[in-house]
Nanobody, 122 residues
Framework: QVHVVESGGGLVQPGGSLRLSCAAS????????MGWYRQAPGKQRELVAVISSSTSTNYADFVKGRFTISRDNAKNTVYLQMNSLKPEDTAVYYCNVNARTLYSGRAYGNYWGQGTQVTVSS
């Protein structure tokens, strides 16, 4: 089993910054991609940013130049540095980890955290 826990959300004023963290633990044998998604009230969950095992990154257009994704493989942790936050960034942010466990053979699975609330408001 893989456990994914996000942290770092909160209330911030427009133009402010937050740093989200996501740690994966459990019977992990290897991790492929790690990513951040978000879901605002009444909207579908959408991709924010993803980072591969080779640290190549991909961002949604609406966060390019403002958000930065990074990872620490030794800690099985992914980060999302969010700068110049806007009210429309308000959402629950979810971490996704694509991992292989000690019991899954060669198969990778997607594991989600419970989410962390980010609210951008004055």
């Amino acid at each position: 089993q893989v456990h994914v826990v996000e942290s770092g959300g909160g209330l911030v004023q427009p133009g402010g910054s937050l740093r989200l963290s996501c740690a994966a633990s459990g019977s992990i044998s290897s991790i492929n991609a790690m990513g951040w998604y978000r879901q605002a009230p009444g909207k579908q969950r959408e991709l924010v940013a993803v980072i591969s095992s080779s640290t190549s990154t991909n961002y949604a257009d609406f966060v390019k130049g403002r958000f930065t994704i990074s990872r620490d493989n030794a800690k099985n942790t992914v980060y999302l540095q969010m700068n110049s936050l806007k009210p429309e960034d308000t959402a629950v942010y979810y971490c996704n980890v694509n991992a292989r466990t000690l019991y899954s053979g060669r198969a990778y699975g997607n594991y989600w955290g419970q989410g962390t609330q980010v609210t951008v408001s004055s």
